[in-house]
């Protein structure tokens, strides 16, 4: 496998904060959630459109992580933040590009986050 | 103490005086979260007989021990007498609540009035109390981009729009843009002469055990997820908020129609439709699980073609059902 990175798609982030927050109370002593401690800035467009997160970070010591992925790639709503080999990234964004014509949900969310069409109506079929 | 930031801001708008107490433990312990506290120092401080337009009541902006923490996210309560002598109580959520827990404090209370218009800016342990005589008779808007060109882009603002400002008996109080508190706290803080209470914090909220909590975190991340969930509530409210209500209301004919003459309208909202013309971006309150309960939109065509925007859950109850089913307008 090749070395995996961090890629930030911001046309879809939510401006939420949530990676900003949870990697905070990994970092150095003290036990607290600070935004000025985390190796993540979310810069917010209240006004404009664009919310774009500012990663400092490459993502092999995450002090708080469970799984294999970093917290803020964990705790990310929509999929904003991918952290894989740059082959992956090409693959993803084309099922992303895929989808979007298909279903409009899409332009909120990753069709990896989200199973369309959705379980309960697939068991129906 | 952890959570609990463990100081009350007291502010006299009057002789311009600031105070800052400890929070009494037993209030921490005895009546839990920001509207119990704000309740108990109404209930000490303001009796039955002041008048709600009086030097007497006092304006209480509250967070709770959870606040600024990934599970209490962002929940901000305002509480007040209300012009029809019972409690006021607005709640927001947004970005205003956390920033005021890593300023450092849990509670502001604003006691007597002011002669003239003035905002409060609190940065870190500096509080100030400043002349706003450029703030006063602008919206919600203009406040903000004024105080931000003089204050930074860091900082978020709570203010009131000219409603607050006249008088108007249900006027409510914007945090930052496009999440607002109701329920009259704005007349109050236009009787006070209180144009905007700004705010820019670098502090962090204390956790006991950080491995316990986010562990208990990542339970109730899981039973948000989407892969994961069985309830059906979840994903339309993640990607429609309270825009769903409308699709589901027109489906079982009970949607205020037409001035409340009819309780269907044929063709009048499809999910699919409406995510694919209007929708570009999604949009969400601190740390929200659900990607796009608040949504940016552009409207294409017509004549407001090009105009941005933001959207919030509150979209169903103020534009689309009142504004726009019941006059018989529908996108």
């Given at each position: ?23 905070s ?8 959630f600070n935004?000025?401690?985390?190796r ?40 904003t ?30 069709p ?14 | ?15 311009r ?5 400890d ?76 920033q ?23 940065n870190?342990?500096?509080v ?37 400002e ?27 002469k ?8 670098t ?25 994961e ?13 309270a ?80 504004l ?8």
């Amino acid at each position: 496998m090749q070395k995996r990175i961090f890629v930030v798609a911001p046309d879809l982030c939510s401006g939420c904060k949530s990676c900003e927050v949870c990697c905070s109370i990994g970092q150095e002593e003290g036990n607290e959630f600070n935004p000025q401690k985390s190796r993540i800035r979310v810069i917010r467009d209240e006004l404009g459109i664009l919310n774009i997160p500012l990663v400092n970070c490459d993502g092999n010591n995450c002090p708080t992580k469970a799984d294999s992925e970093p917290t803020c790639v964990e705790m990310c709503p929509t999929g904003t933040l991918i952290f894989t080999d740059l082959e992956d990234v090409y693959w993803k964004r084309m099922e992303l590009n895929e989808k979007r014509r298909i279903q409009p949900l899409f332009k909120l969310i990753v069709p990896w986050k989200y199973p369309y069409p959705w379980k309960a109506y697939r068991e129906e079929e | 103490m952890y959570g609990w930031k463990g100081k009350i801001l007291r502010v006299d708008l009057a002789t311009r005086k600031i105070n800052k107490e400890d929070l009494p433990i037993e209030w921490a312990n005895n009546y839990i979260g920001c509207r119990g506290i704000n309740d108990i120092i109404l209930y000490k401080e303001v009796g039955p007989e002041v008048d709600p337009f009086s030097q007497k009541n006092k304006l209480i902006f509250g967070t709770g021990p959870l606040d600024g923490t990934p599970i209490g996210m962002s929940r901000v309560s305002v509480q007040t007498k209300h012009t029809k002598k019972c409690i006021g109580e607005g709640g927001a959520g947004g970005f205003w609540g956390p920033q005021l827990k890593y300023a450092g404090y849990d509670f502001i209370v604003f006691e007597n009035k002011s002669d003239i218009p003035v905002y409060i800016y609190i940065n870190d342990d500096k509080v100030e109390i400043e002349d706003a005589k450029d703030l006063w008779g602008r919206n919600t808007r203009e406040k903000n981009s004024i105080l931000r060109r003089k204050l930074g882009t860091d900082i978020q603002i709570a203010s009131i729009g000219s409603a607050g400002e006249k008088l108007v008996h249900d006027a409510k109080i914007e945090f930052t843009m496009d999440h607002s508190g109701g329920r009259g706290c704005g007349t109050i803080m236009g009787d006070k002469k209180l144009a905007a209470v700004a705010v820019r914090g670098t502090g962090g909220v204390k956790i006991k055990d950080p491995t316990k909590f986010m562990a208990g975190y990542r339970k109730i991340r899981k039973i948000l997820d989407l892969k994961e969930t069985v309830d059906a509530f979840v994903p339309s409210w993640a990607f429609l908020s309270a825009n769903m209500m409308g699709v589901v209301f027109n489906e079982e004919g009970r949607l205020q129609a037409y001035n409340a003459q009819k309780g269907r309208i044929e063709g009048f909202l499809n999910a699919r439709d409406y995510l694919a013309r209007h929708v570009i971006r999604p949009d969400a309150c601190f740390c929200c699980p659900f990607p796009a309960c608040g949504r940016k939109f552009e409207i294409k065509g017509g004549k407001y073609s090009g105009e941005i925007g933001q959207e919030r859950e509150g979209g169903f109850s103020g534009g689309q059902h009142w504004l726009g089913s019941n006059h018989g307008l529908w996108f």
